[in-house]
């Protein structure tokens, strides 16, 4: 916020910005960062607001900030997440597996989305261990979920919370939670995101 102050003509000073809303639970606040960075610098694709338009649940918005050739293995695996919650199932297919250290979550996602036998599911679904990116724990635990992994899915949720990225509101929003939201543990984790959330608010201009 102090940077911004001083340099508030700056696009990458508001991007940083939204990024930080948005590990607090902001998603608003995050969108409102994102839409100035790219008014600032149109030339650029911001594809980490791609991320704050599909927390919001605005897929359209997110689809149109990923990168057309999905030239990087991040880009093809946020593509992924957003057509997966979009439920693009057809545009998820087309699109491989990111080849990036520790993100074997990814395999495991793309094959429950072409329906592949659970024994396969479950052996990939072993593979899938924390990162050191909480925003990342938090996909990761989507793509548990989604693939019927409940328990692992809820311990990947509760670990994002616990390394402070609030999840909170973007885990009301995202469907891949759908199956989990009666889930006593469910409701346990989301009233801890919501909490992470409030402390952000409540703190982060001291």
Partial sequence: LELLRRRPDNANNHHVLSYVLRYGGSLQESARECDIAMLLATQFV???CSTTFMELGDYK???????ADLSSEFSRAHAIDVYLRAGNIPEVMKIPPPSIPGYESYQMVLACARQAPASEVQALAV????????????F????????????????????????NYCSFPAMDKDPLFDKLRNHPEFKRIRAAGIMCHEYFVANRDR
Avoid: N, T
């Fill in 127 to 138: 593979k899938v261990v924390p990162d050191d990116d909480p925003e990342v724990d938090y």
């Fill in 61 to 67: 918005r997110a689809r149109s900030l990923l990168r």
């Fill in 46 to 48: 911001w594809g980490a």
């Fill in 140 to 163: 990761f635990a989507g793509h548990l979920a989604y693939c019927g992994q409940a328990d692992a899915a809820l311990r990947m949720l509760k670990l994002a919370i616990d390394r």
